[in-house]
Structures are given as structure tokens and as C-alpha cells.
């Protein structure tokens, strides 16, 4: 037998001498896809003031029976198109004597039902018929994609009208045209990441395990296309309400007295001259909540962008 010394491992040779062994370091957690989101929009403290002032605004509207000093509806021919600060009137009244700021707190319910309701019905009805169109391909992708390239052959604006037009005004009808014409472009972008999906490795490889079409839909196409969707879909909200604002001006939105902001600037305008201020109150609502949802959509794509 060889006389050579065999050496003690490190952790039996610490015990040997008293001291105790050093002990695994805990594995680290690893944050998902949308942990990484959160953390880089906590640290992103413009985007989270302007979500505040969405908050804002959209507890305004929510809390309007609460805020309003007025009834928006009460007209009063006594107290017409007075000044900023008249009374209890704090931006004035307008050329019924109704009080502004009480209209305009009403008006943001029907502002933001109609920016808000359309784009999540667009984005249900497009995202589908773009997933489905993405990752069938052929003669199918053909049929959906040039189907809503007819409504992408007319300017946004023009095409709201006709329909609005066609249908009638109102607030149900006002919902269905603003639908069909944000549905095709959000389409358009769920088609491009389900095509570019449906060729990776993943969803090779699910197809070889056995998977059905429905499971690789829901369990490896859905999921990477909803990033990008909802990115795009936070963008349109302000051009929904400006839609919606420029429906109600042109007399094809929601029949008055309904609080509206698009409507009070389309009754305010022949007033424009004796109270220019007072008749862009409505306006500075549309103008603000327009850029808050912007620079929040723009946060949120910068968060959302897995190469930032």
C-alpha cells in the first residue's frame, strides 16, 4: 500500500478544526416579463404622474353627483356666458346659464366611455381575427387582411363620419362606428407578431410534442402578441375621444343636453368672442386627458420593449 497522504476535503478539514462550513448562498429569484415591466415604470416618474392625473381625471367623472356644485343640465337665461370666478360659477356658464365645470366633470363620463369602451372592443375583435389570420396564413390571412384593408382605404375621420352617418347619432351607435374604425389597424398589428410567432422554435417544437392549434394559440401565440397589441391599443384611447369629441361637434354624437365635451365646444362656438376662455374649457379637458393618455402609452411601450 503507497505511503503517499491522501488530502482532506475543504469541508471536512473546516470541520475537523471547529469551524463551521459555509452554507449555500439561496438562489436568486428571477423576475418575469411583466415584474421587469413593473420595474421599470416605478423608476419612470413621468409616466406614473401623468397616470395619476388619468386617475384624476377618471375619478372626476366617476365621483361627478359629488363634485358638481351644479346640476349640469339647469339652465338659467339670467346667468348667461358669465366670466371665470362669477359666483359659485368657477369657469362660468355657457349660453344657457349652465354651469361649466359642473358640465364638464358629467361630460368626462361620456368622453371617456367613449374613448375607453371602443378600443377594448377593437382590440378583443382585431386581436382575434389578427391571431387567427397570423398563424393560419394562406388563403384565410388573405381573406381577413384584405378585408380590413378596405376600411384602411379611407382616413380615419371620413370613415367615422360615414358610418355615424349611416347609423344615426347617438351614444350606442356613436360605440359601434368608433369599433369599426379602430378594429382594423389593431388587426393589422397582432397579424404581423402572430406571423413572425408562428415560425419560431417554440412553436415548432409545441406542434412536434402533440399540441392542438387551440393550446399553441392560447398558450404560445396569445401570449407573446398581447405585448405589442396593448401597447398599441393605450395609443388609440386619445384618438378615440378626439373621434368621439369631433363626432359630437359635428352633431353625430350623443344628443343634447347630454354632457359632452365635443358637444359643448359645437354649442360654445358661436360664443367664442364674448367669452373666449370660458368656451375653451371643454377644449382643455380634450387637450389634457388627450396628452396624459399619450405620455402614458409612451411609458408603457418603453417599458414593454424587451430590448430597452
Not at 420595474?39 to 404622474?49: I, N
Not at 375583435?125 to 378585408?147: D, E, H, K, P, Q
Not at 376662455?277 to 399619450?294: E, H, W
Amino acid at each position: 500500500m503507497s505511503g503517499a497522504l491522501v488530502e482532506a476535503p475543504p469541508a471536512a478539514d473546516a470541520r475537523a478544526q471547529g469551524v463551521p462550513a459555509r452554507e449555500a448562498e439561496p438562489a436568486t429569484r428571477v423576475r418575469g416579463y411583466w415584474g421587469n415591466v413593473w420595474q421599470r415604470l416605478r423608476y419612470d416618474y413621468a409616466t406614473l404622474f401623468f397616470l395619476f392625473v388619468i386617475l384624476l381625471i377618471v375619478a372626476s367623472a366617476v365621483f361627478a353627483p359629488l363634485l358638481s356644485p351644479f346640476d349640469p343640465n339647469k339652465a338659467s337665461m339670467a346667468h348667461r356666458l358669465k366670466p371665470l370666478f362669477y359666483h359659485d360659477n368657477i369657469l362660468g356658464t355657457d349660453e344657457q346659464g349652465r354651469d361649466i365645470l359642473s358640465r364638464i366633470l358629467y361630460g368626462g363620463r361620456t368622453s371617456l366611455l367613449m374613448g375607453i369602451v371602443p378600443v377594448v372592443a377593437a382590440t378583443f375583435v382585431g386581436g382575434l381575427f389578427g391571431v387567427v389570420a397570423g398563424y393560419a396564413g394562406g388563403r384565410l390571412n388573405t381573406i381577413i387582411m384584405r378585408s380590413m384593408d378596405v376600411f384602411f382605404a379611407f382616413p380615419s375621420v371620413l370613415l367615422a363620419v360615414a358610418i355615424s352617418g349611416s347609423l344615426g347619432g347617438g351614444m350606442v351607435n356613436q360605440l359601434i362606428t368608433l369599433t369599426v374604425v379602430l378594429t382594423p389597424p389593431l388587426c393589422r398589428v397582432a397579424e404581423t407578431s402572430a406571423s413572425q410567432i408562428r415560425s419560431m422554435d417554440f412553436v415548432d417544437a409545441a406542434r412536434a410534442s402533440g399540441a392542438s392549434t387551440v393550446s399553441i394559440l392560447l398558450h404560445h401565440v396569445l401570449v407573446n402578441v398581447v405585448s405589442p397589441v396593448l401597447v398599441y391599443a393605450s395609443t388609440l384611447v386619445s384618438a378615440s375621444i378626439l373621434l368621439a369629441s369631433g363626432l359630437s361637434f359635428l352633431g353625430l354624437g350623443v344628443s343634447p343636453p347630454t354632457p359632452d365635451w365635443g358637444l359643448m365646444l359645437s354649442t360654445l362656438r358661436e360664443a367664442i368672442y364674448v367669452r373666449p376662455i370660458v368656451c375653451a374649457m371643454p377644449g382643455v379637458a380634450i387637450l389634457l386627458t388627450s396628452i396624459a393618455f399619450n405620455l402614458v402609452s409612451d411609458g408603457l411601450r418603453q417599458a414593454m420593449d424587451v430590448k430597452a
